[in-house]
């Protein structure tokens, strides 16, 4: 790596990933030349600015993450969850088995048919592939079917 090359993107203003992605090496790599160099960057990167709506207050971003603020990252996580739901219940057949129910997706829920084959360590993190594992050993039942269906199970 070269430091002119590194020299001018500090003078820019870049962070170390803004540099590591620039240049196509990993951000530990841009700090050993930095240091190598006698390079600073800036506080720039540590200020806090949300990327989608341009939040700076320090107080609305969770601690480590400073360029997206809590509200958008929360909607991030929102719309990422409904999107999975909506995967797996037309993974599922899109309605209730026990009544056809199918109006809204919020309404939807997955029952385990033996309660015991449910994985423990069920995690929002999985690919869908190991959902759909997880998924062959449910049905697909609106949320008043559900209950009903847990009712049956503890008579």
Wanted: net charge positive.
């Amino acid at each position: 790596m070269e430091e002119t090359v590194l020299k001018e993107l500090v003078e820019k203003n870049f962070t170390i990933q803004k540099i590591s992605e620039y240049l196509d090496v990993g951000n530990s790599t841009v700090k050993k030349y930095l240091k190598l160099y006698g390079l600073v960057v800036t506080g720039h990167h540590k200020k806090h600015l949300c990327g989608q709506c341009g939040e700076t207050n320090p107080v609305n971003f969770y601690k480590r993450r400073k360029i997206q603020c809590k509200k958008c990252f929360n909607l991030m996580c929102l719309r990422n969850q409904i999107e999975k739901k909506l995967k797996a219940i037309e993974y599922m057949g899109g309605e209730c088995k026990h009544c056809g129910y199918d109006r809204f997706y919020g309404a939807l829920e997955f029952h385990h048919i033996d309660p015991n084959e449910k994985d423990p360590k069920l995690s929002r993190s999985w690919t869908f592939e190991r959902w759909k594992l997880e998924l062959d050993k449910c049905i697909m039942l609106c949320s008043n079917c559900h209950r009903e269906e847990h009712h049956k199970l503890r008579l």
